[in-house]
């Protein structure tokens, strides 16, 4: 048993551990994780390391223009590895080691050409290598030295349609050492704006400085390189710039390079910075500059604003090199009235004639999926009343129009159709699953007795669908590839509270399941925690979920009522029906991460996860006008419910939540005393430090100052009467959440006297990732509960 040590004070207290139940737990051999080849004929195995040490996460770190670089390697600070595979046949079930791996492999960026082999990068102490293997052999061989430059997210390499050929980012030859600062200032930073509005959130991590420019610019400016993979040859491809991203025509003749260009901006991160698109040939000669996009400090407010000028370019799927775009027609501004919001235009090669204009769109573009047989489905949303449309159409003959398969609300998730399957085609591109003339629907089936997959023929000729195959308890089972379903089997995999999740053949008509992997349950301990979801009502009649955990072999009628830990994040919606619909399973296997309030069960507590808070505005009504007063009726109907069943003790309740949900915590500690004390991690509690919105809140501060007021539990420090602990990670990069914020918040409560304790956990950023941090954070965690909910003195009233 861990001791538990006074919290009142703690001079240079090293990192602790919680108890051996929950250690345990956090480091129990992570589940692989698994990939199926677009042949179907092999499953690769990606073994995962357990978390990294704090020594590895306090690496150097750069952060620039919203990204965190690390110098070293000139790739993300922030990358999560693998650390080993291996590869099993779909024929015969033999699984072999991929060999030839480096010592102690950190492996990222994994994918599979068109003809089903696998690159990879593995970074080393000083850069990032380039991978393959050969799947015939299971060896993996080493195609670059460490020279990959991965700065920028996103796949650094790109696969050529004939699988021999790989384009990748390079470190640019003789680039020369970093720059570096001086300490003393050539002058002042002078930003101006000359007129125009330009609202932003709080993005962190911004340039702030000419070092900084310079420092981006060095580290992200890479050279285009091919490797030939049958002779090793490796060759420049085009002039060196800092390159957004790069994607290769579906023939392989062409490809689209996105290039960042100055000026940068000091005040939005690298994604909305200039940006030139080039088309290149297969010798890296420029054929042509499709757009040049000014940078975007400017695009109007509103979860439905966009840039202006051209957007979301790639190449279609279902032909061999044209270019698709989408342009707004109202100016990137949804409060501008108009029929038609954006448009697509297309451009094939040999791109010496004018793009043309293809379909529009009334609400604002949601994606594309192609097919075959000049067939395309295409996807618009709406956010003020959450509205998704989803129709077909012609490419070839986009004059036709298109036609509705579903309108919708995407909150209502008991009428959502389900997603199109796709496959991939010769070329490597997903298009559009057909089979006998029909398509395939994939979905969660959420329904009252909770989500139930299922899969769906689609008639694409007179609009009628077949139910197929659902998933039936006692399991949750979903589909990862309907490829065979033409001759009824899919791959699955399947999961219960008790088995983890495995995947499996599935014959349809016999009902047959023919295991493929035997993953092991990690957390044996857990096995006898009953998990159970309850649905209950709030008084204003909006119906609530949450899932229900009790400790290993409680019985209610023996041990009566527990401490509880309640566990929740807040979610708008513009419909009370859609609000209360159920949307997990019963059946889903209990999973543990660093994250997880489920590992206090190990510790005596019963644990309510995910209890329902919804935040509900109707029609022109905000949601976050009634915050406060729907809060509370969410906290007090589910305690209400779980007090009754006998599980709880009502005076032995903790409320905690990670992000918005430590938000919550505060503003239920501060608005109610129904809590015997709160955990809150990683929150912003001072809305005016985030003027330009924040979570779903369109309006700006000016707009609705009274409701940022309101909302922000710094403006109520004096009410917080219960014991809160603030855990912050020192190097949150979330937006709107900066540390200051569990800083500012804490030095509030402190000065009201109420008992409070702030952990800023070094080097960790919204989520933790070192060992010690998370077991340091349980330990917290653990202490707290006990000291101030389980062995609370309670006094007579």
């Not at 490809?255 to 260009?261: P, Y």
């Not at 009502?537 to 409680?554: E, F, H, M, S, W």
């Not at 501060?701 to 009274?706: L, N, S, T, V």
Request: hydrophobic content about 35%; charged content about 25%.
């Amino acid at each position: 048993m861990t001791k538990t040590i006074p919290l009142n004070t703690q001079d240079n207290l090293g990192y602790q551990m919680p108890p051996k139940d929950i250690t345990d737990l956090i480091s129990a051999a992570p589940t692989p994780g698994a990939s199926l080849s677009p042949s179907g004929e092999w499953m690769l195995l990606l073994q995962k390391p357990n978390l990294p040490s704090i020594e590895e996460v306090a690496q150097p770190e750069l952060r620039l223009a919203g990204i965190r670089i690390n110098p070293k390697t000139n790739g993300s600070s922030r990358a999560f590895y693998y650390n080993g595979f291996s590869i099993k046949s779909m024929k015969n079930f033999t699984e072999k080691s991929v060999t030839g791996l480096p010592n102690n492999p950190k492996i990222e960026n994994v994918s599979w050409s068109p003809s089903s082999q696998i690159a990879f990068t593995n970074t080393t102490e000083d850069g990032m290598e380039l991978w393959l293997i050969d799947l015939d052999t299971a060896q993996a061989k080493k195609l670059t030295d460490a020279v990959v430059n991965d700065a920028i997210s996103g796949l650094p390499y790109r696969w050529f349609s004939d699988g021999a050929h790989i384009l990748f980012k390079s470190i640019v030859q003789n680039r020369g050492a970093a720059p570096t600062s001086t300490p003393t200032p050539s002058g002042p930073i002078i930003q101006e704006n000359k007129g125009g509005m330009a609202p932003v959130r709080t993005y962190q991590d911004l340039l702030k400085n000419e070092h900084d420019e310079l420092l981006f610019s060095y580290y992200t400016t890479a050279q285009l390189k091919t490797v030939n993979l049958a002779t090793g040859e490796i060759k420049n491809f085009g002039p060196p710039a800092i390159i957004n991203s790069m994607t290769t025509s579906p023939n392989g003749k062409y490809v689209l390079v996105t290039t960042i260009e100055k000026p940068f901006s000091y005040i939005v991160p690298y994604s909305r910075f200039a940006m030139q698109m080039t088309i290149l040939n297969r010798n890296g000669e420029v054929v042509k500059i499709v757009a040049n996009i000014p940078h975007s400090e400017n695009i109007p407010k509103g979860f439905g604003a966009v840039r202006k000028g051209p957007r979301s370019f790639n190449w279609r799927a279902d032909a061999l090199a044209t270019l698709v775009w989408i342009e707004a027609q109202d100016d990137g501004d949804p409060k501008i009235e108009t029929d038609v919001r954006d448009r697509m235009f297309m451009l094939s090669a040999p791109f010496d004639r004018p793009a043309t204009a293809s379909i529009d769109f009334e609400l604002r573009y949601g994606g594309v999926d192609w097919g075959t047989g000049n067939l395309a489905i295409c996807y618009e949303w709406w956010w003020p009343n959450r509205q998704l449309i989803t129709t077909h159409w012609e490419p070839d003959h986009p004059r036709k129009g298109k036609i509705l398969l579903s309108d919708r609300s995407w909150e209502d998730a008991y009428n959502d159709p389900g997603e199109f399957a796709t496959e991939r085609n010769k070329s490597g591109r997903s298009i559009l699953l057909s089979r006998n003339k029909r398509l395939y629907l994939s979905g969660e089936g959420a329904s009252k007795e909770g989500n139930r997959p299922f899969i769906d023929a689609f008639d694409i000729e007179n609009k009628t669908t077949k139910r197929l195959w659902r998933s039936e308890a006692p399991y949750y089972e979903r589909p990862v590839s309907l490829e065979a379903i033409a001759e009824n089997k899919l791959i699955t995999i399947r999961e219960s509270t008790e088995e983890p999740p495995n995947y499996f053949f599935l014959d349809l008509p016999k009902k047959e399941h023919r295991p493929i992997t035997d993953f092991k349950n990690p957390y044996e301990i857990l096995k006898s925690v009953k998990k159970e979801l309850i649905t209950y009502q709030r008084k204003d009649g909006v119906a609530l979920t949450a899932t229900l955990y009790t400790p290993p072999n409680y019985d209610v009628e023996r041990d009566g009522p527990l401490p509880v830990l309640m566990w929740a994040y807040p979610r708008e919606y513009k419909s009370a029906d859609a609000a209360g619909q159920v949307k997990n399973s019963p059946y889903e296997f209990i999973r543990i991460g660093w994250f997880s309030p489920i590992l206090m069960v190990t510790q005596g507590y019963a644990v309510l996860d995910d209890f329902g808070m919804p935040i509900v505005g109707e029609g022109e009504e905000e949601p976050n006008e009634t915050f406060i007063e729907q809060l509370v009726m969410d906290a007090e109907a589910a305690v209400k419910t779980i007090v009754d069943r006998g599980v709880a003790d009502s005076k032995r309740l903790a409320v905690g939540g990670h992000s918005y949900g430590a938000f919550m915590t505060a503003n239920l500690l501060a608005h109610t005393d129904i809590f015997a004390a709160g955990i809150a991690r990683s929150g912003a509690y001072n809305r005016t430090l985030t003027p330009y919105g924040f979570q779903s809140e369109e309006r700006t501060f000016w707009e609705a100052p009274d409701t940022y007021f309101k909302m922000s539990p710094f403006m109520h420090a004096d009410k917080i009467k219960d014991p809160l602990l603030l855990i912050h990670g020192e190097a949150d990069n979330n937006s709107g959440t900066y540390p200051m914020q569990s800083e500012r918040f804490y030095g509030a409560l402190k000065g009201q006297g109420a008992p409070v304790r702030l952990v800023m956990l070094p080097h960790e950023s919204h989520g933790y990732r070192a060992k010690e941090s998370v077991m340091h954070m349980l330990w917290e965690m653990t202490n707290w509960l006990d000291t101030h909910v389980k062995n609370r003195e309670v006094k007579p009233a």
